[in-house]
């Protein structure tokens, strides 16, 4: 039989708390599943820093991209087979690039592409396409099969209906998230009718489209979204572990670059230093390896990094205030600057600005940073339109951005009056922090 | 005010998929979560190598230690407060108990312990007793706290009841890990009426009692423990990664005593092998630093090693068939013992038997392997009985051992003819493995 | 020990599946809950006919009315109490308001208003205050106490933060049923983390406010609460439902009044029919009562009676076409009208447009409609805000009224073509029926 | 096209909160559902007189016949289709079994069948093969088509297969009400993965077996349904109600049959009380009409017919004391019958025994009273096992019955003291009831 179309003895079935059963037939989906880059994704968060804030988001993205898998599988499978407008020929290409959506992640994967100028997405394709074990088992498939694949996750795709399933502001990546994220944090947001959005699914040429019964549905699934950013994903204090880590990266880019000594020698970050990755080396960051360093630099001789590295280690975080970018806060904070600096703190490692934004929905505009195709919805009479132009709720909210900034910075050291009293007290005023 | 009195301005409140809410008011429990070993607990998995079988389980320690602690404060503030039977000055001793019983357990502890001939509990005591950020917050309490809560953890502390709230046959400590584990793998078992069993608790002298009017749910929480021991913590598959990370462990030590040279050499695990573990060894211990170990040795020169490690990383687990003690198996074993030796597979690491036991419930026989107090029944007359006589459900299991014993092995290498075909073939058909 | 003190022997727990439990230990509540008047919401549906659409939606009144206790019961006595806004001695006052504000719903309560012109709110008011059970036990409270509960109840009573625990924009009434029924109809909408509402909730001389880290928790419930409006409430199914159960009615007063001779005589109905309602007459009215009659009215020989009545007692219930009322659809409407008489359907009881109205959240605008108190949020610096000047989301809806419109008439009437064949197809091409 | 294979443009989907959703494409069952036989159990209870014990169990047998519909619709089209052991033919067939198998269910269905001497299952039978909407819809399948359904749920067709689908040990129907009932209830119990369960049943020619894999979670299934006889089945509160129900009955007949005359003739009962219901009589009981009767029978001048509807209607209920069937408790008993009689209290009506009793499991016993057939597990080398053979939790239960006796008598009558006092008191201590 073709190893396209060939299928396990017994299907295979992951017990999932947030899918409750994650469904694999096919042989192929499974060889991916066994294959070394796959499982490395059990050593990288999905939430990466957030589980100081949330101890429960624990989860990593091994969990997430079986989740995707298994929404585009059900798609495919229950709702759009045997419909015209769906090519079966495209099937197992959808569940790979949705198995497969995320295999570039590093280690936190925020900050390490920050501070290294690297590209997740990059790495997805060279996996996909290097000398590797998925591509090896996509190459089973056929010869152009992982170009295939990359090109669905690139969303260069001819295909577009393909490409939205794992790629629009509706898609099985931002429905599984939603849903795992509020289960491993625990919060009560997140939650909408996905069965519901599901059935409603149909096939168009050029994308997925709702029909109209299910926008009710969808409307809750934006507000989850919504909720999401502000409650979870921006959370100040995940903000603050994220900003730490940062600074550790720089810290010790520029340690090496000043011809420090370690005590322990960085050297799966060689690489990331000096800018020129192999598809090996990224391969062998995970966060156990990040986590390692972390731990010995607690133990080196640099003060900075060694701060730093406990102060992730055993949550000891930023404290913050609000921030807006005001010609009077920015002397502000070029006043706290020079201030730091006479305390003796460091102002680029412990006094940072973060600033968060989000579009909870948007019509589509070419060129702009976000984007991912718009909603549409499938009315009864055939017509397709726009989703803010149905719904009141979502056309309240359409293309109104919202930004947060916060000034972070670390309270024990401005609360500890042994040296620099006098100047920690003016500093602690201007922050208005409490006496 | 006193320091055991201090409350925190603002209740501190942590967000928790199990509970739904852990509440902190007092400023030592504030500090004891604060200190790093605490903080270490995030480190390490609660459930170990089960994550590699149910994916969701990728919980830490930490977790569920917040959980026993929130369950004790309901306990204590919610219902024990005011009665006579409990005496208010026992209730932080309590929380701290609950909040710090699990301290000192290891990466992947069941393997790291049996391997390295380490007892957690030990370390639990030295690290409240020792030179430590808890101990340091415990003493702020009073001199002989820390004393108090080591003696509550080990069982030993006079006063019964504060014991028995975190180490029954019913206790805070299984109330809250058969649901943690339930949710976090996803599975439908481990449910059960918590909040029931909670408000029908009583004190008396010796020990937590249960109101009659409680005892279904306590039949079926005992089910739920049951469920899970053979669902969850015993499954198959687990036992296998946990049979390969035993072996690493062997095998890492072996070549040390050996002299091999090591690419990576092993400076974490010294004085593992060697058997002088300071308490600052064994902090520094974690999963991370683990799993940064078993990575590197992906690349050693040793065959097993780098072998074993591999198949721990991207999951290719022994295989299993079931095995029975009796005359015949073990001849049988030892045939395959022999087999294996001339295949090249040596099976002091791939031939493994692993065991796994349990006792549903019991009713109380001193001096036998499980100790912990059998669950008493208060019936409205006022008086106390055991469990089993009461419930008839309870009676049928009650001191039932079940056991299960497996024989694991690498399926892999036995398919692999390209040498040793005739001695596979051998085994394979002596394992009754499909041809 | 006084009345209004007294607790009892042992705490009564109701098992409520929103709420987990609902906890009595006054002996004012239980013995209220034991009055025939509160017994009777037993017999009262909490969402009407909507159970012909949501079949799970067969809950009583009597459970939401315990639920909204319940919620009280946990604002005062875990949130509340010890604070110096708030006077424990409102405690009993509001509980019993709590438990009670349903007290003079009606059968069908929608219809049954509507076509008698009757006010639920005056027989609450009647039952507290009037010759009744309920009457009894808070009288043994104080005299004056009846007429307390009343005020609170009829939003009169002097202490506004006691009103505003039942009626606000958020308050105990509308959390309670938007959980309820989202979790009796199956809906995914609905849910909000009411936990962390009721946490935040703080008591101020004017109203409850709701601290400012609150605010996404409660934008969260106005988006469940605009959901479950169009997604339950106004389905347009139930409203088919409720129209017929509102012509049943109007058919069998006009029948009375006529002179017509039923062969089941609407004894129960008389003094509905004639305006003269007495309390003793109201509280016999239930939906048993109701149902029973109309079993009965299948049989008699008034044809629309009959038919309307078979309709209702077998779900046998009108189509509906979109209808917005311009002119062109006023003319069409007039037109149908015109038709339906020559076709033989009486379009008084067959052809009706039915209008559903809602604002999903609204700041204060005095002697307007909808004069529920908005919610004010309470800033870290003390100030009071109105949620829609903090909140972008809630800004955005804030004050738009959605209105819905639909044409009622049954389908199969129109399709039979053994009579007025060419009539029927005017009438359903002028209705835009499919062939 | 044929009738029997005639599917619905689009299909219809019943939101339900146990199965989230209900998914209907036979034409057939469409039109089943439509009936009005089959809309008259929305007016029947599932649960009965439970409503007075927990409040929220007030869903009709209408949603539990939709659920076993669905269940067995899952089990047929999505496990069993394309098996060689399964006919596709009998699709229909199991479908239409499932979900009218309870249709002749009347109202309090328990209480009721007892006074009267009536059977639901013959009702069931007369209801499909006699002059009905639902025979009608039936026959337009096959003329046979009625009988055959007839004949499932007797358990006389000849496909055993078929009908254990719906009567076994393990059916729909049981699985169907274990979890339905605990949702609405909101007891914790009652759950278990039925998920897992559909997925593991095979088709076999004598029955439905279950895969060895799914043996846990049948266990969990077995204890579920333990847990609710005893927790929610036969506890005693609604025992109480059941108790009263039955004496109104009983005392209705009895006065009927002595020449009473009725304020409220009781026009519905007389072919009950004189024993010829004809299948329209009894399709015109419903809990509305004895409702309705109650409600006017508290106002009729015999004094116990009175008495005991007031205490239905609101919940004055009869207390009860532990009961055993010794010499000694039967002679307390005739003590107490001669004592009550004494104190003017007709024991016939108020002094009342009430046994329960269950068999957790059991194998198969011909010939006794729990016929159902036991549980059959599939090995995985194809041999077919009773469940208690291979579990030992199951075995530890199995045929073990247990059963429970109580005492039922109105304790404010007794309590009154303002006659027979003496005789009164000699009563509660005989009782043992508190002074």
Known sequence: ????????????????????????????????????????????????????????????????????????RRIVDDVFVNRQEWKQEERLLSLCAALLHDLGHGPFSHSFEKVFNLDHEQFTQQIILGDTEVNAVLKKVAEDFPKKVAEVIAKTYANKLVVSLISSQIDADRMDYLQRDAYFTGVSYGHFDMERILRVMRPREEQVVIKQSGMHAVEDYIM????????????PVTRSAEVILTKILHRAKYLSESGYTFAQEPVHFYSMFNGHVTLADYLKMDEAVMLYYFQCWENEEDAILKDLCSRFANRRLFKYVE??????????????????????????????????????????????????????LLKNNGEIRELSR??????????????????????????????????????????????
Do not use: C
């Not at 070029?334 to 305390?343: D, H, Q, R, S, V």
């Not at 948007?362 to 702009?368: I, L, S, V």
């Not at 910075?409 to 040296?419: I, K, M, Q």
């Open 323 to 376: 921030f807006h970018p005001s010609n009077e806060q920015m002397n502000k904070l070029m006043e706290l600057n020079t201030l730091f600096k006479k305390a003796g703190i460091d102002p680029e490692y412990y006094l940072v600005v973060d600033s968060s934004s989000d579009l909870p929905y948007d019509f589509y505009r070419p060129g702009e940073e976000e984007e991912r195709l718009p909603i549409h």
């Open 1 to 72: 039989m073709k190893y396209s179309h060939e299928k396990l003895m017994e299907e295979k079935v992951f017990k999932d708390p947030v899918h409750r059963y994650i469904h694999v037939r096919d042989r192929v989906i499974w060889d991916l599943i066994g294959t070394k880059e796959f499982q490395r994704l059990r050593r990288i968060k999905q939430l990466g820093t957030t589980y100081l804030t949330f101890h429960g988001a624990e989860h990593s993205r091994f969990n997430h991209s079986l989740g995707v898998y298994e929404i585009v």
């Open 224 to 235: 989850s979204r919504y909720q999401m950013y502000w409650q979870v994903y921006f959370h």
């Open 390 to 435: 149905e719904s009141q709720i979502v056309d309240a909210i359409s293309g109104k951005r919202r930004t947060d900034h916060k000034l972070y910075f670390p309270e024990d050291l401005l609360r500890d009056e042994s040296t620099k009293k006098i100047v920690k007290r003016q500093i602690r005023r201007l922050l208005d922090l409490p006496e």
